[in-house]
């Protein structure tokens, strides 16, 4: 198992009450089946022992479930593990209507399905998905935080020893049992350079000055050491999350951002979402995007994507059109028509 099983393990999500929340649903599933009701999975499939659970709010025992911004893992209940999510700030209250006459917003809606079967793999036993995959976005993740850094007043050369260590943190991120032995630096090594082209040797060097990294704060100290030097003390926490909040324009976009940190399948929507839709445009991630890799790794990437969700929906009992992209912001009527067309009609 990853080491953040979902959003609220990781240090900004505990600062959420988790335990109200899950206890909330567990009544919920105990005392009223909500785990079988119809619009309970929305035709997402169960993978590696975890079960999608979706709150929509069309029954009243929902009523007593906290709002909450991330899937949530609910364990051990009747001998199933869950995912849960919370859709209603995206649909109408009318439990009479179908799940898709209620969607209020669309864009945020797909985002928060997506989510859910993200963190179903990443739960279910391949975090790895994240490296290889989606590696893409550990790419973006390396480019986010070496602008961050950058806008500290740091030079290239120093955003490029903090590009190296975030990309590092991030794959530390999807181990489940972390060894950091010689044979797994190398690997680190070689991932970071097939994903960057940088300086295999300046990798290595900036790779070997790494402990192994565990929390966000993990990653503020070794980026004090192999950025800082006699200017570490400009690299903060506090300071390097200044930048958090116009990485990202989606809800609860605070509570996502931060706890996308420490939680790669939430950074990995986070690069999907800013990628298919023209509403994040101008966000910095959006914009850290378009400078890292070329067209043909974004085409890659959301088509990895759109094939994992589509593959986790049973679209005979799907009541909902799946997470796939509703509108492109790339130029060219071939692609468009190409996107379109992995859309399948309900």
Known sequence: MPLNIDSYTTTAGTADDSRR??????????????????????????????????????????????????PISILGIRGKNFICSDLRPFLKKD?????????????????????????LLWAGGRAGEFITGFGYAGRVYGAWISQLIRGLGFNDLEAINARITAMA???????????????????????????????????????????????YSHLIDALK?????LRASKISVSTVSMGFASTWFGYEKNKVVSVAVEHPPTFAALVYSSLASKAFKSCLLAQVIDKTGRRSDHDSFISHYNDICKGQIRLEKADVIHP????MDYDGEKLAMESAARIPPL
């Open 21 to 70: 929340i899950a206890t909330a649903i567990k009544s919920a599933i105990i005392s009223e089946d909500l785990d079988v009701r119809p619009e309970s999975n929305l035709g997402v499939q169960s993978y590696g022992g975890f079960s999608p659970l979706f709150i929509t709010g069309t029954y009243p025992e929902e009523m007593e479930i906290p709002l909450f911004a991330h």
């Open 95 to 119: 439990p009479s209507k179908t799940i898709n006459d209620r969607i209020t917003d669309r864009i945020n809606f797909d985002y928060a399905l997506s989510r859910n079967i993200l963190n």
């Open 169 to 215: 943190f991030y794959y530390m991120q999807c181990k489940d049992n972390l060894v950091w032995d010689a044979e797994e630096k190398q690997n680190v090594v070689d991932w970071i350079y097939s994903g960057t082209q940088l300086d295999e040797s300046h990798i290595r060097s900036i790779v070997d000055q790494l402990k192994p990294m565990l929390s």
């Open 225 to 229: 050491i192999t950025v800082g030097g």
């Open 324 to 327: 796939l992209i509703a509108e």
